[in-house]
C-alpha cells in the first residue's frame, strides 16, 4: 500500500469538497430551477468520499498486514457494508447524504415530496448493492482460493484481473443510463429515482 498516493488522493478530494462547499454556501435558485439538480448531484461524490476515506484507508492498512484470508474477507465485507449503512441510513432519516448536504439537494418521495421510507432509500441503492455484492463475492472467492491475498488486494492486483474488468463495466453502464434517464425528463429523476418513487429537489430556493 502507498500512503503517500492515498493523502495525495485525500488532499485532492478535500480541495474538491472544499470549493464545491463554498460554491454551494450561500449559493440560491429561483423555484423554477428547483429540480434541476443534475450538477449538484454530479459533485455530492466529492465530499461523501472525504467522509468514506478514513473508512478505505483504514481497510487498506489492516489488508495490507497480510491478514489471514477469512479475516481479510472479513474487512473487505465491512467496508462495503459500512458504505451501504452510510448511503441508505443518511437517506432514509435526512433524505440527504453530506455531499447533498453541501451542495443542497435532498431526496424526497416522488408523490408527496416528503420524507422518504427505510424502502426507498434501500431501493435507490439496489443495483449499486447488487453490483458491489458482485465485486465483493469475487475479491471473497479470490481471497479464499489463493488467487489474490488480502495484501494484493490492497495494492490493487485485483484489476489485473480480467474478471475485475467485467464487473467494472456494469456500474459504468448504469450510470451511463442513469445520466441519460435524468437528461430526458422534466424533473431531472434518474433510473434509481423511478425504482424507489423518488426526486431530488433543491433545497436552497426562493
Known sequence: MNILNQLIN???????AWLVWRYYRNKTFSVREKYSTFGPRFWTGSVDACVM??????????LALELPPVIGSIVVVLQNL??????VIMHARHGQTYGKMACKVR??????????????????????IAVSVGIVGYEIYAIATGVLS????????????????????????????????????????ALHDYIAGTVVVRTNVL
Do not use: C
Request: charge should be positive; charged fraction near 15%; glycine fraction near 4%.
Open 53 to 62: 476515506w478514513p473508512i478505505g484507508f483504514l481497510a487498506s492498512v489492516l
Open 10 to 16: 485525500l488532499a485532492i478530494q478535500l480541495l474538491v
Open 107 to 128: 431526496v424526497v418521495d416522488f408523490r408527496t415530496e416528503g420524507p422518504l421510507t427505510f424502502r426507498q432509500a434501500f431501493l435507490r441503492e439496489g443495483i449499486p
Open 150 to 189: 488480502p495484501a494484493a488486494i490492497a495494492r490493487g492486483e485485483f484489476v489485473k484481473h480480467p474478471a475485475f474488468w467485467l464487473l467494472a463495466t456494469m456500474p459504468l453502464l448504469w450510470f451511463i443510463a442513469e445520466v441519460v434517464t435524468m437528461l430526458t425528463n422534466e424533473k431531472r429523476r
Open 82 to 87: 459500512v458504505w451501504l449503512f452510510y448511503t
